[in-house]
């Protein structure tokens, strides 16, 4: 039961970020220089929450 | 139904590899620190996943990647010598057989580090590789985390994933792994973009750092106490209310110790009365017998070469009664133990010059992060913030192993060769983004090269 849980959330938290990593232009190319933090350049699924 | 999800998962993370070849090497490094092929028995377990993987991520980088940001740095030409050196004396081996059984991962590994930093070019891989690290070494931590919190535990008798003394499964390795990893959870939780911190990456950051610290005490190794130890020093290093830190630290302490099983802080007292103690006394003989064994075999006598020692030393047992302690004597005799460090490890079977390299390799990394370290933590910009603390946080988890592996023989750990592979990628990377900025402010004292222009 316990390794289910830890199987479970490590795994579903590894699918979601190769799923977000999927939405991200800047998986392949980073974003030129000065156009803004890197780590404000997420690009979210649509309906997903932004960070403030 | 757990074989199906993890085959799903597998299979779901290839297919997701199609559009973005880089989640092969992420794919790859998942199946290196959860072998999901052992705790999975029908599909997984047939076919050569890891083969197929490696395969992918290395095509996928060679048929599709950008490869003019790539650079092939000093320590990984280190690293290459090494698997050259080992693989020569896996050749003449003392014994064959069992060093053709270690060679077959370790070369995967180190092939593997050096090809890593290949592939690190942007800023969101380097998070995409440590979060992978991260949340793959979570599947074993989190369970194990919880385990001892419910009283299980013991040590070698902690039920982990896969009942398996390799790779990440075994306890010593483990407990010194998690510790390792605390830098790193912490610098995603701060700089994450992938999953940006709020209150539920925290959340579950502070679970998986405590799950981490449960490690050491439900497989009672007592190399996690050591690496604790070492996390809590590093981590006063840039506290600016130090002396607060430290009161708090041991306050923590107090309060832990009472909850702790006796049978943990049994085990842990062997620390200071190592002589009392069979696999603390079989250790330091072993150490004696390698450095005999290298002054006759100078260039390493190839992969598990321990096998060929004989050991004797001298037990003592001391028994309180009343005031009264009588200390029993016995001398043990003893073949066939393990290095249980890895410095030794490197010297009984790769010799002298494997032990140098080794050396270079891991000092190098110390030094090369602690440059990063200074010459990004004044930077102001707004994308030059993460930086520094990545640095810092690889720096840690790489002297956290090092003091660790003092009495673990883990020198060849892929999960720490992956560390050294992001390592080498930060360093050429971020060397690589500062040199526009080096030329800029070099500028107006460089001798601008002069166009020739023909003459009108």
Known sequence: MIDLLALGLSHGLLALMAWRLLQRSDLDRDPPPGEGDAEAATVRKPGGRRRD | ?456
């Open chain 2, 1 to 456: 139904m757990t074989d199906l999800g993890l085959t799903a998962f597998v299979l779901g993370l290839l297919a997701l590899g199609m559009r973005r070849p880089f989640l092969w090497v992420l794919a790859y490094i998942y199946i290196d620190i959860v072998a999901p092929q052992k705790i999975s028995w029908f599909l997984l377990a047939s076919i050569p996943i890891s083969l197929i993987v490696f395969v992918a991520a290395f095509g996928g980088w060679l048929a599709t990647d950008d490869k003019r940001d790539s650079r092939f740095g000093f320590r990984q030409v280190l690293m290459a010598l090494l698997l050259v050196y080992c693989g020569y004396t896996t050749l003449g081996a003392d014994f064959p057989e069992q060093a053709a059984v270690k060679w077959a991962w370790v070369w995967k590994a180190l092939v593997f580090a050096i090809f890593l930093p290949l592939t690190l070019r942007t800023r969101l891989r380097f998070e995409a590789v440590v979060l992978t690290m991260v949340l793959s070494a979570s599947a074993i931590i989190i369970g194990g985390g919880i385990k001892t919190a419910l009283g299980g535990g013991g040590y070698g008798s902690l039920h982990l994933l896969v009942n398996d003394n390799t790779g990440l499964y075994e306890g010593s390795i483990l407990s010194c792994v998690a510790i390792a990893i605390i830098p790193l959870i912490v610098w995603l939780m701060k700089h994450g973009t992938v999953f940006p911190p709020d209150w539920r990456v925290k959340l579950f950051a502070v679970a998986l750092t405590f799950a981490c610290l449960l490690i050491p005490v439900g497989t009672q190794a007592r190399t996690g106490l050591i690496c604790i130890g070492v996390l809590c020093m590093l981590a006063l290093r840039f506290a600016k209310r130090r002396i607060l830190y430290m009161g708090l630290m041991g306050l923590a302490a107090m309060v832990a110790v009472p909850f702790l099983p006796q049978s943990y802080t049994q085990r842990m007292s062997t620390i200071e009365n190592h002589q009392a103690d069979e696999s603390a006394s079989t250790r330091i003989a072993v150490w004696q017998w390698t450095w005999d064994y290298v002054q006759d075999h100078p260039l390493g006598g190839g992969f598990d070469s321990f096998r060929g020692n004989k050991v004797r030393y001298r037990k003592n047992a001391a028994e309180t009664s009343g005031s009264v302690t009588a200390v029993d004597s016995e001398v043990i005799e003893d073949q066939g133990r393990a290095f249980h460090s890895s410095y030794f490890e490197m010297l009984g079977e790769q010799g002298f010059p494997g032990l140098f390299l080794w050396l270079l390799l891991q000092a190098l990394g110390l030094l090369q992060m602690e440059r990063l370290r200074r010459r990004w933590s004044k930077r102001t910009g707004p994308d030059e913030q993460w930086q520094a603390p990545l640095a810092n946080a690889l720096q840690q988890a790489q002297a956290i192993y090092l003091v660790g592996s003092l009495f673990v023989g883990i020198a060849f750990q892929p999960f720490i060769l992956l560390l050294i592979g992001v390592q080498c990628a930060l360093w050429s990377y971020l060397r690589r983004i500062e040199t526009p900025q080096r030329a800029v402010r070099r500028g107006p004292r460089a001798p601008v090269p002069l166009a020739v222009t023909p003459a009108a």
